[in-house]
């Protein structure tokens, strides 16, 4: 990457973050003061300087300890109030590596000792922040880190997974398991033979990898490193440092920092970019959390009667709208990016946070790296009180500034209603999904075609362009693809089971949007029927590297699929312009089928018309294809761009259960 991607001045940075936040709805706390400073520890050898934004405090308290849990604290200074609501105190002496707490005064309480919202380093499990020279971190090379070339959004393939999860196996033939640095690891193998981790991604061939939280989340105990313990980390905790427990000393806070870097470092010497899962959207409680311990009550949103809201689930939402959280919110990502090179964010329950918010965090970044990407959940976990038409929801992503958000219409379409574990979905024969299927393969833009009356949840199309569709079958959440068939399909056999998950992800990697894949699912992964399985121990979740060999044939015809995709622009055109005039969907009265062409060299691509067949059904059904002699590449058991056979133009037997994939 070079210097300049992570140079942006902070007038530039103030001048749009003042701009978006001049006209704000009447609030509770509209006058709290607003902080334009920069806020945080900030070290040298010489000095640290700590700042921290606490506008209704009678007094703050700094205290220094030698160690990140135990032990008295060795010096304590008062900070002094300045403007904006923000209090300083600066120390002339070199203070690396030494912890820290702060604890305020307001209304004539002490409220609990924490680390500053804006920690950059902490001690064992994140309860005391550290004072770090973030540059002795870098691992070898780090200044000449860069990340892959990528041609455009609609290029992105996104692998989904979890840093415990890809490694943690006892097959799996990583040392560092369940470490940043175990996928970071190249030339490991299974028992069996197959590549495994890192260098398992790279041979499918995707382009992104999508971490889950990987920032300091507050379920997994530290100290307790060799305890299996387990959680997804959607509980946030310190925002702005990387999860302890994924590192191999998690006392030193210099460690997670510099481990973590060297995961990123690989992944881009690999040819993937890094997406962080990102939680802005709540925390993991509202007492105990840092935000409430420098501005209580500020952060979150409230209803009418002054009670928390709780639009996640989780008992509490943040407020993005106001100016304070904003801010975090931007020079946090802003600070992923600059310090650990990460090239895209995934917002949990997007939905939450407000359009402006969304928007000026987009603009930030994109000048910094245009090819930087940002998608989200389009919902909600429950009501919130912030009105719905300003909230990043996915009916409003045509407010949105280039940001993506997932399809559920597709998603749902393809495998049944995720309200209803025992639904049916187009690939399964359901009757009633065909036109959400269709929804989604052009990635949620409007097409002449598309009757929006019998799509599943959106009755209008909800993207301008096709990059701002995540294109998907299945994520962390809920049951795996193979899990979630065989439950709704109980008297299908494996071989059935099989094929519609293979059907399943030809249609998400032959549509239009972005595509994404959840980790596994190449291996008809299974966490024996756990949906939620977020706190659930290894055995769940760990990807099973036997079922590679097992599966040989699926990853095969995944690592296929991707090629195909990679390889052929016709699957990602650049806009919804170019998908109303190359993709043609033909007339096929069957709601088990769906049928359509690529035409014209679509997007540039080297052959001249692509046709796609799908059948939903467990019956062979034909459709007419035009006239002359087509290359078959997709057959539903293999893909192969030479071609498996030649077809003549006419009837065309289409089996049960299968896409075809044919080429002029």
């Known amino acids: 990457m070079n210097a300049s991607r992570y140079t942006l001045t902070t007038a530039i940075l103030f001048v749009l973050f003042t701009a978006i936040t001049a006209a704000q709805a009447p609030d ?27 506008p209704k405090a009678t007094a703050v308290k700094l205290r220094l300890y030698d160690a990140g849990n135990g032990g008295e604290a060795v010096q304590q200074v008062d900070l002094e109030k300045g403007s904006g609501g923000a209090w300083k105190a600066t120390i002339k002496q070199n203070l690396k590596d030494k912890y820290y707490t702060f604890q305020i005064e307001q209304d004539g309480k002490w409220l609990a000792e924490a680390p500053d919202i804006y920690a950059k380093a902490v001690g064992v499990n994140g309860h005391r922040g550290m004072i770090v020279d973030l540059k002795s971190t870098d691992p070898e090379g780090w200044k000449k880190d860069k990340s892959p070339k990528l041609k455009n959004a609609n290029a992105i393939i996104i692998y989904e997974t979890h840093i415990r999860d890809i490694s943690v196996d006892p097959n799996s033939g990583i040392t560092y398991k369940g470490k940043y640095l175990g996928l970071a690891e190249t030339g490991t193998k299974s028992p069996d033979g197959q590549s495994t981790g890192l260098d398992h991604i790279k041979q499918l061939g995707v382009t992104h990898v999508h971490i889950l939280p990987a920032f300091d989340f507050n379920s997994v105990d530290e100290t307790k490193p060799d305890s299996k313990q387990y959680n997804w980390g959607y509980d946030p905790l310190n925002y702005n440092v990387p999860q302890g427990s994924y590192s191999t000393n998690a006392y030193d806070g210099n460690v997670r920092i510099k481990e973590f870097k060297q995961m990123v470092q690989a992944l881009h010497a690999n040819g993937l970019r890094v997406i962080l899962d990102v939680v802005y959207n709540h925390t993991t409680d509202i007492d105990h959390s840092n935000f409430s311990q420098f501005a209580p009550g500020y952060f979150y949103r409230h209803n009418a009667d002054g009670s928390y809201s709780n639009g996640t689930g989780c008992g509490n939402e943040t407020a993005s709208e106001r100016p304070m959280m904003r801010k975090f919110m931007m020079e946090s990502v802003l600070y992923w990016v600059r310090e650990y090179h990460i090239d895209g964010f995934r917002f949990d329950l997007m939905g939450i946070h407000d359009i402006k918010t969304m928007n000026a965090i987009s603009d930030t970044l994109h000048k910094i790296d245009p090819q930087i990407f940002i998608y989200g959940e389009g919902w909600t976990a429950g009501g919130t009180p912030y009105p719905e038409d300003k909230r990043a929801v996915k009916k409003n992503v045509l407010k949105l500034d280039r940001i993506a958000a997932f399809s559920d219409d597709l998603r749902d379409g393809l495998k049944g ?10 690939v399964s024969g359901d009757q009633n999904s065909k036109e959400s299927v269709m929804f989604g393969i052009v990635a949620s833009v ?63 990697l032959t549509s ?38 097992k599966y040989a044939d699926v990853f095969n015809y995944y690592k ?10 016709a699957f990602r055109l650049t806009s919804a312009r170019l998908i109303q005039k190359h993709l043609n969907f033909m007339d096929v009265a069957d709601q088990s089928v769906i049928a359509y062409q690529l035409t014209d060299n679509a997007g540039g ?30 057959d539903g058991d293999k893909v192969d761009e030479a071609g498996i056979r030649t077809v003549s133009g006419g009837a065309v037997s289409l089996p049960g259960i299968t896409g075809l994939v044919l080429h002029d």
């Open 28 to 54: 509770p706390y509209a006058k709290y003061p607003t902080c334009n400073q920069e806020l945080g520890v900030s070290w040298s050898a010489k000095k640290t300087t700590f700042k921290v934004w606490a």
């Open 417 to 426: 209603g995720f309200s209803d574990v025992k639904a049916k979905g187009f």
């Open 446 to 508: 409007q097409h002449p075609q598309i009757d929006y009356s019998k799509v599943n949840y959106s009755k209008a199309p909800w993207a301008k362009q096709p990059y701002q569709t995540i294109t998907y079958a299945s994520c962390h959440d809920d049951n795996t693809l193979f899990d979630r068939l065989k439950i709704s399909n109980p008297d299908a056999t494996e071989t059935e089971l099989v094929k519609m998950d293979r059907l399943t992800n030809t249609i998400v």
């Open 512 to 549: 239009q949007g972005v595509a994404f894949l959840h980790s596994g699912v190449e291996m008809e992964r299974t966490k024996q029927g756990v949906a939620n399985s977020f706190n659930s121990p290894d055995a769940i979740n760990e990807i099973d590297w036997s079922r590679k060999t």
């Open 560 to 569: 296929g699929l991707v090629a195909l995709r990679k390889d052929h622009p």
């Open 605 to 634: 691509d080297k052959w001249h018309t692509i046709i796609v067949l799908l059948n939903g059904s467990k019956d062979a059904k034909t459709v007419t294809i035009p006239a002359g002699n087509w290359t078959l590449v997709g």
